[in-house]
């Protein structure tokens, strides 16, 4: 018989398309906003800096991918135990260990700030910046480096204020970090013409108000998760990052396949081909954050009724999740496909080589938004399952695996094309693999429900 469940617990319902779309909204707009300000980043170094400082960000990005892909990784890992933890009835083991989970992801903060300021120049050299791009690289990432504790906070506080059941939270601080970044951005690199340090602090500055705000809530108590006093348990820890691994290895291998996707623009078509590629990554995040808020709003539903030994609730929820995300994934590249030229002068002047190069990709690149939305949600829900190995190979595929074998081959028969063509095609054949995993979704329940009421 299952333990007797917190009363008004939001997770505790039986949920329709109506009621988990309604339970996920929040998240999925706080996402966007996150995702919205990453690209008012781009938008305003690419009107207001140059065409070097747009390259620039996209040389440094490997840094930020790595850094939100730790910060993912115990929020994740941490949001499925958390949960499990609530759905089993035991509330005061499921704060405890959220506490350590936070204490954990600003510890690692400020190791990654002080790492990355020491060794500035040798990384932004390393990651293959030009004499012409140093600079800009140097100013951007010196003052983001700063803002790296916040940076992880605000990763964290976005997936457990969903778990502690008050996703309209996450939605507020979200959308505020969003709309300070946004007017920050204008005011530092308009009137007072920072440039790219400009968008550097603004982007820093919305990293506080989530992470600021989160405290404030958890400290407070006023959701399912409240703060207290942590006893230290690496093997909880452990447990955390393993389950989160395949958020980590999606985030570290973005890093890398962005690198190679500097090098490969940048032998063919020099800064502006890395300025274009810039502008499709950024665009490709943008969208993406979509299927990945859906995702982190559905998780906890998920890892909650695998905690309870809700089989039938389980599938459910799996289903409706599926059949929302593949209609998602039709409208998105619809939208994407149809809007590419309006979408490439967003950010390059119309006639300049930086746009005819985007607007070309904007012909092939939004095919990856028929298949992505599947292998993010697949991933997420394994991981949301405490089934961190199979999170971790769909990961894999689809930002590394696939890719760099693609992006090491394609441009060498088809030039630009096959730059283009990576994504799609990585993101197609992942799905291939999604697909199967998912189809075996009931038996690995059935399995694991079964091992549990023994």
Request: with cysteine.
């Amino acid at each position: 018989m299952n333990k007797r469940q917190e009363p008004g617990n939001p997770l505790e319902q039986d949920f329709e398309m109506g009621s988990l779309l309604k339970f996920a909204f929040p998240t999925v707009l706080a996402m966007v906003f996150m995702g919205l300000y990453t690209m008012t980043d781009t938008v305003f170094i690419s009107r207001f800096a140059d065409t070097y400082a747009l390259s620039a960000l996209n040389i440094v990005c490997p840094v930020i991918n790595l850094t939100v892909g730790l910060g993912t990784m115990l929020a994740t890992g941490g949001s499925a135990i958390a949960a499990r933890d609530m759905g089993a009835g035991n509330k005061k083991k499921a704060c405890r260990d959220f506490t350590l989970i936070v204490a954990a992801g600003v510890l690692l903060g400020i190791v990654i700030a002080l790492l990355g300021l020491v060794f500035l120049d040798e990384l932004i050299l390393g990651l293959g910046a030009s004499r012409i791009l140093f600079p800009s690289c140097r100013e951007y990432l010196f003052l983001l480096l700063l803002f790296t504790p916040a940076s992880i906070l605000q990763v964290l506080f976005q997936n457990l204020i969903v778990t502690a059941g008050r996703p309209g939270m996450g939605m507020l601080l979200g959308t505020g970090a969003g709309l300070a970044n946004i007017l920050l951005d204008y005011i530092f690199m308009v009137p007072l013409g920072m440039g790219i340090q400009g968008a550097a602090l603004g982007t820093g500055i919305g990293y506080l108000i989530p992470a600021i705000g989160g405290l404030f809530f958890f400290s407070a108590g006023k959701g399912s998760l409240r703060f207290q006093k942590p006893v230290w348990d690496f093997s909880l820890l452990k447990e955390c990052c393993a389950n989160g691994f395949s958020e980590m290895v999606s985030q570290g291998a973005a890093a890398v396949t962005t690198f190679f996707f500097n090098r490969t623009m940048m032998g063919l078509l020099g800064e502006d081909g890395v300025a274009a590629v810039t502008i499709m990554i950024y665009t490709q995040f943008l969208l993406t954050t979509l299927y990945i808020g859906f995702s982190m709003g559905t998780a906890p539903v998920i890892s909650y009724s695998y905690g309870k030994q809700d089989r039938k609730g389980l599938k459910k929820v799996c289903s409706l999740c599926v059949r929302f995300i593949l209609l998602l994934s039709v409208v998105i590249f619809g939208i994407t496909f149809a809007l590419g030229a309006p979408l490439a002068g967003l950010f390059s002047e119309r006639g300049t080589a930086v746009y005819e190069i985007a607007r070309e990709g904007f012909l092939i690149f939004p095919f990856g938004f028929l298949f992505c939305g599947i292998n993010i949600f697949a991933s997420a829900a394994f991981t949301a399952l405490s089934k961190g190995k199979l999170s971790a190979v769909l990961s894999f595929l689809r930002t590394f695996g696939w890719i760099l074998l693609l992006l090491l081959t394609l441009p060498k028969a088809f030039g630009v094309t096959g730059v283009w063509l990576a994504v799609p095609l990585a993101e197609l054949f992942t799905m291939v693999t999604s697909a199967v995993f998912l189809r075996r979704c009931s038996a690995i329940f059935a399995d694991d429900i079964s091992k549990k009421a023994c």
